[in-house]
């Protein structure tokens, strides 16, 4: 959340850019190496390739819908700005989401 508030809310330059972005784009990409371990231990085996494929591609269906609600909402408020606010936001929920799941370690993980 701290590098995508720097990259869109401070004035730099586009030769700046490069900087924070690399971070932005490693870290951006990266939440997404645990999905799949995390979800795997949500579902039992019978539903778990079906759990799985429905929770990640809820999550793209309704990231979808974001670069539409960024434009519109660029129509209020800078491009910057809508940027950095959806971006909280789904960050924020990612952040709750991982801290509401039910920890699975230690847990026997029955093939149902």
Known sequence: MAVVLLYT???????????????????ASGYFSGVGAFLTELFPTRLRGSGQGFCYNFGRGIGALFPFLVGALSASTSLANAIA????????????????????????LHAD
């Open 85 to 108: 606010i959806f971006a909280v936001v789904a960050y924020a929920v990612f952040f709750i989401a991982a801290f509401a799941l039910p920890e699975t370690r230690g847990r026997v």
């Open 9 to 27: 809310q401070l004035p730099l330059t586009n030769e700046i850019l490069w900087v924070p972005g690399f971070p932005l784009g490693f870290f």
